[in-house]
């Protein structure tokens, strides 16, 4: 199955501690996007990333948050001393390379389910 | 701000009883929307891209179609593993020079047998 990997699939952490979410994209694909979804609300932007750069960070908070996408790895997404809000499940999708003008669809993976004690 | 409105909420059907659920959205420059599924404690899965005012996409029993103001996902006869929810999603280019989607909270779909 060559889709859209996410580990760990599900994550608890107690408060203050630092949770790690890992992406692996899509074979051939290049460009990265993490969302965030809570019960009852729908997917929420946070970064837009490609190989070694942040293209679009809007949706992310500004503390504790960060993102990366290394040359080599997967993506990952970090967020530090977290808080109980911070639950939620945390999505990466993916899209292949994006010509201006044309429209890319954006293929999912299963989630990680965070949890804040 | 872009807004992606879907309706109804929360939708419940008896088997092989057809409907359609709403998509409406404002947005400026439209360049896709997206229909996805998405089952409890499952990543979206793509269903459907349309590009224009006119345009229709079958797969299954589902039909998408595409107007200037809202999209609309027709279901034909469903089944019990058809329930889900249904996300819509638009594209649109943003200054950043890259096209962001925004995405609608969803129809939660019951099939009942």
């Known amino acids: ?117 | 701000e872009d807004q992606v409105t879907q309706s109804p909420e929360a939708l419940r059907l008896q088997e092989g009883e057809s409907s359609s659920l709403n998509c409406s959205y404002t947005v400026s420059g439209l360049r896709g929307l997206f229909w996805y599924r998405q089952d409890p404690g499952k990543g979206p899965e793509f269903l459907f891209t349309l590009y224009s005012a006119g345009e229709e996409k079958e797969k299954e029993r589902l039909k998408a179609t595409l107007t200037k103001k809202e999209s609309f996902l027709h279901i034909t006869a469903p089944k019990p593993e058809d329930s889900a929810t249904y996300l819509c999603a638009v594209q649109n280019p943003n200054s950043g020079g890259y096209q962001k989607v925004t995405f609608g909270i969803g129809t939660k779909l019951q099939v009942i047998p």
């Open chain 1, 1 to 117: 199955n060559a889709g859209v990997m996410q580990n760990p699939r599900h994550l608890v952490r107690r408060r203050g501690q630092e949770a790690r979410l890992r992406c692996s994209p899509m074979k051939g694909h290049s460009h990265v996007y993490w969302y965030r979804q809570l019960p009852e609300e729908g997917l929420k932007f946070m970064v837009y990333l490609q190989k070694e750069n942040i293209i679009d960070e809007s949706g992310m908070p500004k503390e504790r948050f960060s993102a990366e996408f290394p040359k080599e790895g997967p993506s990952i997404l970090r967020i530090q001393q977290v808080v109980r809000g911070d639950s939620a499940a945390y999505f990466c999708a993916s899209s292949p390379r994006i010509t201006r003008g044309t429209v890319d669809t954006q293929y999912f993976g299963p989630g990680t389910r965070l949890t804040v004690l």
